[in-house]
């Protein structure tokens, strides 16, 4: 089963290079991804050998599947790629020129930048409705305060990505507009019910997106008292099992926000985080900063599997989601477009033109450049 644990995890790595202990871990444990960061990323030529690195792992790999390679490229404060790469506004902006034909044109060209480079997925659009005006941690991450801007909005993004052949990953299921606190550093509550998650819009986008055919949804580690009081919605089998998947008819990736993240450590053993993620129904796990994390995490599911507390029908359910979505999405080739190519592409006056449009909020001057 190992190999079937393994592709439903996407880990970080730890610098520039890919070094043999990395390499090893993920073609014996047939890995699913990557995900990574401003450590790893220096240079348009160190990020194009990175990913050429990682990438040919998969020939190695029990299955030969190619792994995700993926990154978070939302615009504005949450922008991995730097110089020379286009610098990107906040999506607020397009919220506020409230264009679907700018949406949609927003995230082809952001993943172009991304597919000439190699990365196959991207950890946007965040489609949050900015309930608390106040909350600083979502702020101008979210296109509007106002769920219906959200929802159409969002869905463009989406096509926007398929059109370029990056993956999407909505985020944060079921909304992380409302609650103030930043889940990288305690658990933030929300005393809303369903009712009020359904009346106030934040469950729109997520509907509009899903119709739009997205392929990844992310979950918010977040605890609803009033809807699951034992449970983030991250273990939460209420609204990932029975709410998203069954409700709302979601057939896609359901993967967790970082399982480091003290939202969930600081409240539940580690080892038994992964196993009771995947028992509330996600299909994927997201490692980003600890090294020694994913090994725990293959023992705990391991160990689970073996003392009856997880049935195997839920590792090869996922692993079928999984290996579906790559054969239908990752189209050849994988591996980055020559460096040369890439070049050419990435930073490009056109793209910089058309951000610098939506920062201004002046798309006329541009359309009629």
Not at 94 to 102: C, F, Q, R, T, Y
């Amino acid at each position: 089963m190992r190999e079937y644990i393994g592709q439903q995890l996407i880990i970080g790595l730890e610098g520039e290079e890919l070094t043999k202990d990395e390499a090893h871990f993920i073609v014996e444990n047939n890995i699913g991804g990557v995900i990574l960061f401003d450590r790893n990323l220096k240079s348009v030529e160190q990020i194009h050998t990175l990913i050429n690195d990682i990438q040919k792992l998969r020939y190695k790999t029990t299955d030969k599947h190619p792994l995700f390679i993926s990154v978070d490229m939302e615009g504005g404060r949450v922008q991995r790629l730097k110089d020379p790469f286009t610098k990107w506004p906040p999506v607020r902006h397009i919220g506020n020129i409230e264009s679907s034909s700018i949406a949609f044109q927003f995230t082809q060209l952001m993943g172009a930048e991304l597919k000439a480079m190699g990365f196959n997925l991207d950890y946007a659009p965040c489609v949050d409705v900015l309930v608390n005006k106040e909350n600083e941690v979502i702020g101008d991450r979210s296109l509007s305060s106002d769920s219906d801007v959200v929802a159409k909005l969002s869905s463009a993004m989406v096509r926007g990505y398929i059109k370029s052949d990056v993956i999407a990953c909505a985020k944060h299921f079921p909304g992380h507009g409302f609650t103030s606190v930043d889940s990288h550093f305690d658990l933030p509550v929300d005393q809303r019910t369903l009712k009020d998650l359904e009346e106030n819009g934040d469950l729109e986008p997520f509907k509009k997106v899903i119709k739009a055919r997205i392929d990844m949804i992310m979950t918010a580690h977040i605890q609803y008292p009033n809807i699951d009081p034992n449970n983030p919605v991250t273990l939460s089998p209420l609204f990932i099992s029975q709410f998203l998947r069954q409700a709302l008819r979601y057939k896609g990736i359901i993967i967790t926000d970082d399982l480091d993240m003290k939202a969930l450590t600081k409240h539940h053993p580690i080892d038994q985080i992964p196993v009771k993620a995947l028992q509330a129904g996600a299909t994927m796990l997201l490692y980003c900063n600890e090294p020694k994390s994913p090994i725990k995490a293959i023992q705990s599911i391991s160990k689970a599997l073996s003392d009856g507390d997880l049935e195997e029908s839920v590792i090869k359910e996922n692993y079928k989601i999984i290996t579906d979505i790559k054969k239908k999405r990752l189209k050849q080739p994988v591996e980055p477009f020559s460096l040369e190519k890439a070049q050419q592409i990435i930073g490009c006056d056109e793209h910089k033109a058309f951000a610098k449009a939506v920062a201004n909020e002046d798309v006329e001057a541009y359309l009629n450049k």
